[in-house]
């Protein structure tokens, strides 16, 4: 049984406002599971949200707060608690709670769990980083993006949640806007039935809300939140597809309507995921790029390709002959953080430097007699590329890892890549979706088009799973981890492709 003290430790701003309150009878609050994320190494952030009845508005809840006790522990069976506390779900924060622990050990796993009104909460493990000092002989990580509920089962997760991983990145379309059917769209195995709120597409901080409460519910996507902690970025789809700072992809919708929308959209997210305090929005504006350090040997840049970038030239998607892309005044990053990144990966001393974004880097063309390039990836973009790949090129180890395009490819980075025969400066591996795109192929005469007109591209593969990478000192390791299936539950998970490439000669070749 849990035992903590009855003092109650108001850590939260603004909770001392709650005063006392009512205590009506609720059912198990911890419906959606728990996580942790941003690993420090003294601590970690804790995450969890009450939602007695997930699928309603307010997870079923009064527009009241709760107390919500927290441990910390060494040890599963928590003999040893090693931190504790209370903090309050408030309503203001759709009942959400972020615990920010300090005062950890480098480097070590810890347990964690929760206890409301009675009910206990699933068990999470998490990790925190090695300190800063420490040079680390491996570095395991996951790269996941892209879970449209609608398109499959997570079993994905399951088979991921069964690894050793450090951290998990999950780079984005963590949620899908569009409507869901009453059945859960293409999820075939299920007797589910839907409220018919989840048939609105989301722009209301409620719907959003709500979406992520759906998504939480799955025990495979808990899992694999309860196992490792998580870093997680944006993409395009927590707000809507293939938005550009304040621009909707409908050009008719005035730029104020759409910003409350990304008011939202941003708030929600923040409270449906392991982000420290300071990371909450104000209004549609969030500061979500940051760096994490894992002693000597891997430092990590987080970025955010949504919110600052300038809108897509010649009109988005695939366009051939466009030469406003290249134009220098356009940016994908903005100027604060492109230059925060150029700073910091320019003086960076570790072994190793992570790019984890969204969208694929590699030039893709998509071949044939048009040829055409993807205008919202950083084939759009491409003078903030070549800046990165400039500076990339005096800095051995840079690692791009992407998402967003439900693909995976393995990519050797070159500054100019019309330029086949100068030397690769990083490489780029790409995962592909968690279940977005259905059950996918392992190629496509699309996919096979990309490999001939992109000679830089190492592997082009549809099917669905996560990349699993590994750095040590010199070499890093990459394994394409595939389903078998995602339409219908019970998918196996196998090696498609694995490469490695050395930290002083960047390219990659199979082992
Ligand atoms: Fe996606």
């Given at each position: 049984m849990l035992r903590l003290p009855r003092r109650r430790l108001l850590t939260l701003g603004g909770a001392a406002l709650i005063g006392t309150l009512p205590a009506p009878?609720?059912?198990?609050?911890?419906?959606?599971?728990?996580?942790?994320?941003?690993?420090?190494?003294?601590?970690?952030?804790?995450?969890?949200?009450?939602?007695?009845?997930?699928?309603?508005?307010?997870?079923?809840?009064?527009?009241?707060?709760?107390?919500?006790?927290?441990?910390?522990?060494?040890?599963?069976?928590?003999?040893?608690?090693?931190?504790?506390?209370?903090?309050?779900?408030?309503?203001?924060?759709?009942?959400?709670?972020?615990?920010?622990?300090?005062?950890?050990?480098?480097?070590?796993?810890?347990?964690?769990?929760?206890?409301?009104?009675?009910?206990?909460?699933?068990?999470?493990?998490?990790?925190?980083?090695?300190?800063?000092?420490?040079?680390?002989?491996?570095?395991?990580?996951?790269?996941?993006?892209?879970?449209?509920?609608?398109?499959?089962?997570?079993?994905?997760?399951?088979?991921?949640?069964?690894?050793?991983?450090?951290?998990?990145?999950?780079?984005?379309?963590?949620?899908?806007?569009?409507?869901?059917?009453?059945?859960?769209?293409?999820?075939?195995?299920?007797?589910?039935?839907?409220?018919?709120?989840?048939?609105?597409?989301?722009?209301?901080?409620?719907?959003?809300?709500?979406?992520?409460?759906?998504?939480?519910t799955d025990p495979d996507l808990q899992a694999a939140h309860a196992a490792f902690p998580w870093v997680l970025t944006w993409d395009d789809h927590e707000v809507q597809d293939n938005y550009a700072d304040d621009v909707s992809r409908f050009t008719t919708t005035p730029k104020n309507d759409f910003l409350v929308r990304r008011a939202n959209a941003y708030r929600a997210y923040w409270e449906n995921q392991p982000l420290r305090w300071p990371r909450q929005p104000a209004g549609p504006d969030m500061s979500l790029y940051r760096r994490f350090r894992f002693g000597d040997l891997a430092h990590a840049y987080v970025l955010d390709t949504r919110q600052y970038r300038t809108d897509q030239a010649c009109g988005d998607n695939l366009r051939a002959g466009c030469d406003d892309r290249n134009d220098p005044g356009r940016t994908l990053l903005g100027a604060g953080q492109r230059d925060w990144l150029l700073d910091k990966l320019g003086r960076s001393e570790a072994r190793w430097n992570i790019l984890a974004q969204q969208i694929m880097m590699a030039e893709c063309r998509y071949g044939g007699p048009a040829n055409r390039l993807d205008m919202d990836k950083w084939d759009g973009y491409t003078v903030d590329r070549r800046r990165i790949l400039q500076t990339a090129a005096r800095k051995p180890g840079t690692v791009v890892i992407s998402g967003d395009i439900h693909n995976n490819y393995a990519a050797d980075l070159r500054v100019d890549f019309a330029r086949p025969e100068t030397p690769a400066v990083a490489v780029e591996l790409v995962g592909t979706s968690i279940t977005s795109g259905g059950d996918g192929k392992d190629t496509t005469p699309q996919l096979d088009m990309q490999r001939r007109w992109n000679p830089h591209l190492r592997l082009a593969n549809g099917q669905r799973g996560y990349v699993r990478c590994e750095l040590g000192r010199d070499t890093m390791r990459a394994d394409y981890r595939v389903m078998s299936q995602v339409l219908r539950r019970g998918g196996t998970i196998s090696t498609r492709a694995s490469f490695v490439s050395e930290r002083a000669r960047p390219g990659l070749v199979t082992p």
């Open positions: 009878r609720i059912g198990n609050p911890f419906t959606l599971g728990v996580a942790s994320g941003d690993p420090l190494p003294e601590g970690v952030l804790l995450w969890t949200r009450l939602a007695p009845k997930p699928l309603e508005p307010a997870g079923g809840l009064p527009p009241v707060g709760y107390p919500v006790e927290w441990q910390v522990a060494a040890d599963e069976r928590f003999t040893d608690v090693i931190r504790q506390g209370t903090t309050n779900a408030i309503p203001a924060y759709g009942h959400s709670v972020h615990v920010d622990v300090q005062g950890l050990r480098p480097g070590r796993d810890y347990f964690y769990r929760f206890r409301s009104r009675g009910h206990v909460s699933p068990v999470g493990r998490t990790r925190t980083a090695p300190a800063k000092t420490a040079s680390p002989k491996a570095f395991r990580f996951a790269i996941t993006s892209c879970q449209a509920y609608a398109d499959g089962y997570y079993d994905a997760w399951r088979h991921l949640a069964a690894e050793e991983f450090d951290v998990v990145f999950f780079l984005g379309d963590y949620i899908y806007e569009g409507a869901i059917t009453s059945a859960g769209g293409n999820r075939m195995d299920d007797t589910l039935r839907l409220p018919d709120t989840f048939q609105l597409e989301t722009d209301t901080l409620d719907l959003y809300r709500m979406r992520y409460a759906l998504y939480r």
